[in-house]
C-alpha cells in the first residue's frame, strides 16, 4: 500500500540517515516529499527548505532532533498525517501529546528497519 510521506529533516548527505530514508522508500514506491535546511534533490525527490503544505501526507517521518522539531508542530499538525514516525533519537514527549491530543497515531521506530521489514 502507498502511503505518502513527508521526510522531515531531510539531507543531501549520502551518509544521513534521511538521505538512506529517502532512498528505500523510493525503493518501495512509496510517494515521498522532503524538507531539510539546503535545496536539492535525492533519487528525484526534490528537498524544499520551506513549510510547503503538502496534500494528501499519510506518514512524517522525523530526522530532527527536540529542540529543532518545535518550529515545526503546527506545520505538522496543519498536515493532518495519519502517523508521525520517531527514529531513533527524535524521541519527544512535548510533540506526543499534541498528537495525541489531535488524534495522530505515533510510533518511536526506525523508518530504514520498517521499510525492509516489510511493517512500513
Do not use: W
Request: hydrophobic share 35%; glycine share 4%; aromatic share 10%.
Amino acid at each position: 500500500m502507498q502511503k505518502k510521506t513527508l521526510v522531515l529533516g531531510a539531507s543531501l548527505n549520502t551518509a544521513r540517515y534521511s538521505n538512506l530514508a529517502i532512498n528505500r522508500l523510493v525503493k518501495y514506491d512509496q510517494p515521498t516529499v522532503a524538507i531539510g535546511l539546503r535545496k536539492g534533490s535525492v533519487q528525484g525527490v526534490k528537498i524544499e527548505t520551506e513549510k510547503v503544505p503538502f496534500q494528501d501526507i499519510d506518514t512524517i517521518t522525523l530526522y530532527l532532533n527536540a529542540k529543532r522539531q518545535k518550529e515545526y508542530y503546527d506545520y505538522i499538525l496543519s498536515l493532518e498525517p495519519e502517523r508521525v514516525i520517531f527514529n531513533p533519537g527524535t524521541e519527544n514527549p512535548e510533540l506526543y501529546e499534541l498528537l495525541r491530543e489531535n488524534g495522530i497515531f505515533f510510533e518511536n521506530a526506525c523508518t530504514l528497519v520498517m521499510l525492509s521489514s516489510q511493517q512500513y
